[in-house]
């Protein structure tokens, strides 16, 4: 299970002193952790990879605040968080095979008009989650029901 691994490469890094994998360890825990805590419930893989996705996009967008700033130590940092965040996320999808999976949606929920984008967003979320940005998923369900 994802959360036993987190926890041992957790353990690892304190051990390797390896503080930026550490630090993102334990932020991908503890944000885990508060998820549990509010539904009161444990998370499963699914559950722990969408919120490793999370952490991966607020870390892009971060990283493109500080790439403006110009501070290089601070990009360094952040580009080896999204190193280690990479490691627990499935490959992420080839626009082709992201394309493939909306057209099926589109068929599956009979979808016609840019008004059923909700529906199509609905129904390819379950089968690409972790593994696209929902931006690039939006931008190519517009596209195809324009």
């Known amino acids: 299970m994802l959360k036993e691994q987190l ?7 304190m051990k390797e002193k390896d503080e930026i994998k550490k ?3 334990m932020m991908i825990r503890s ?4 998820i549990e805590k509010d539904t009161l419930k444990e998370v499963g893989d699914n559950e722990i990879i969408e919120i490793i996705a ?6 892009k967008e971060t990283l493109a605040d500080i790439e403006a700033s110009g501070r290089d130590d601070l990009i ?6 999204i190193e280690v965040i990479k490691v627990y996320l499935p490959a992420e999808l080839s ?3 992201l394309e493939q999976i909306i057209a099926e949606a589109i068929t599956e929920v009979n979808a016609t008009t ?3 984008m909700g529906k199509v967003m609905q129904a390819v979320k379950p089968k690409t989650a972790g593994r696209a940005d929902n931006r690039v998923i939006n931008e190519i369900v517009k596209a195809k029901l324009a």
């Open 114 to 116: 840019i008004r059923d």
């Open 23 to 25: 630090n993102t360890i």
């Open 76 to 81: 360094a940092n952040v580009n080896r968080e």
């Open 7 to 13: 926890l041992e490469d957790f353990k690892n890094a």
């Open 54 to 59: 999370k952490e991966m996009k607020k870390r």
């Open 95 to 97: 626009r082709e095979e």
């Open 31 to 34: 944000a885990i952790l508060q």
